[in-house]
């Protein structure tokens, strides 16, 4: 697509339901990324793809979250058991992977657990 | 590991004067460092990349320069605007020439008309 598209835009959950976050990548772009923003907070790395090597989770908070992408292209992230402190808006760019590394991101998913 | 350390204090100018931004990073330099604009509700937009064997890089009233002696990256808006209030972020690459990049937690600017 012309963009990064991001799904859903707000999700509200009750602790302890499970969730999942979706991610559609510029079209050709070999790497994809998951940072988090906690309100009024710079962006938390949390994993990224680059292609067919194994993914970077050294961001990942805990082993509630889980990241997969599936052909190269969409990527979910999952938290499972949400915490309140998941609350956040979770970002997902991508990257064409080569030379200079310039990330095009999504707007975003604002997830609120209550 | 690499910290990237951006002032957290919010930054007012006047407008027509001129914005400087500071991103200092901890360890071993990049191979290049970028600036990114964030507006509420947004995700982040890039503006500008600058590499390790330059000294400054210009985009209309933007200028970046970057010291990798002082490991230290400022950048300028020149001519501010209302407009160009927002929290601006830095960002480099955990390794050299490697694509997994990290944020600094970024500067708010606020231009006052």
């Known amino acids: 697509g012309a963009g990064v598209s991001q799904s859903p835009s707000n999700k509200v959950t009750e602790k302890g339901k499970d969730v999942e976050l979706r991610c559609d990548p510029i079209?050709?772009?070999?790497?994809l990324y998951w940072y988090r923003q906690s309100l009024g907070q710079g962006l938390e790395f949390l994993i990224y793809?680059?292609?067919?090597?194994?993914?970077?989770k050294s961001g990942l908070p805990s082993d509630r979250f889980s990241a997969e992408r599936t052909g190269g292209s969409v990527s979910t992230l999952t938290i499972q058991r949400t915490q309140q402190e998941d609350s956040a808006v979770y970002l997902c760019?991508?990257?064409?992977?080569?030379?200079?590394?310039?990330?095009?991101f999504g707007a975003g998913s604002r997830l609120t657990v209550l | 590991s690499q910290k990237i350390e951006q002032n957290s204090e919010a930054l007012n100018i006047q407008e027509g004067k001129t914005a400087t931004l500071t991103c200092n990073y901890t360890?071993?330099?990049?191979?290049?460092l970028q600036w990114y604009r964030q507006d509420p509700g947004r995700g982040p937009v890039f503006l500008l990349l600058?590499?390790?064997?330059?000294k400054e890089k210009r985009k209309e009233r933007l200028k970046v320069t970057f010291d990798t002696t002082l490991k230290q990256s400022l950048f300028h808006i020149t001519a501010s605007q209302p407009a160009d209030s927002a929290t601006y972020l830095c960002?480099?690459?955990?390794?050299?020439?490697?694509?997994?990049?990290?944020f600094g937690a970024g500067t708010r600017l606020f231009v006052k008309a």
């Open positions: 079209s050709g772009h070999t790497a």
């Open positions: 793809f680059q292609g067919n090597s194994a993914p970077d």
């Open positions: 760019a991508s990257s064409s992977g080569t030379g200079a590394n310039v990330l095009t």
């Open positions: 360890n071993y330099s990049p191979a290049y």
């Open positions: 960002a480099l690459d955990m390794s050299g020439g490697g694509f997994k990049t990290i």
């Open positions: 600058i590499r390790e064997n330059e």
